[in-house]
Nanobody, 119 residues
Framework: QVHLVESGGGLSQPGGSLRLSCAAS????????MGWYRQAPGGQRELVAV???????DYGEGVKGRFTISGDNHKNTVYLQMNSLKPEDTAVYYC?????????????WGQGTQVTVSS
């Protein structure tokens, strides 16, 4: 059982910054990686960034160089620093957790937090 608590979403102007946080809690679970997916209106759900507990990261093509993911293993928490935000970053951002490296899809999803970039 895993509960993912997200925070930090909101409204930003183009060029601005937001910082998302996601903390995992519960019992009887392991963590291989945590991160974020997003879904824009009318779009597909896509990878934003993930990080393993060993510190290996992966970013979606559209956010490389602008977003940075980091983690605190002791707190079971990940952070997404989003800089140089663009209107096309507008989406619902979902925290995800993958328990095992063998899992093809994320095992758990957060409720989603809205990020809106608009002037």
């Amino acid at each position: 059982q895993v509960h993912l608590v997200e925070s930090g979403g909101g409204l930003s102007q183009p060029g601005g910054s937001l910082r998302l946080s996601c903390a995992a809690s519960g019992s009887d679970f392991e963590i291989y990686s945590m991160g974020w997916y997003r879904q824009a209106p009318g779009g597909q759900r896509e990878l934003v960034a993930v990080i393993t507990t060993g510190g290996i990261t992966d970013y979606g093509e559209g956010v490389k160089g602008r977003f940075t993911i980091s983690g605190d293993n002791h707190k079971n928490t990940v952070y997404l620093q989003m800089n140089s935000l663009k209107p096309e970053d507008t989406a619902v951002y979902y925290c995800i957790l993958k328990e095992y490296s063998s899992s093809y899809y994320p095992d758990f999803w957060g409720q989603g937090t809205q990020v809106t970039v608009s002037s």
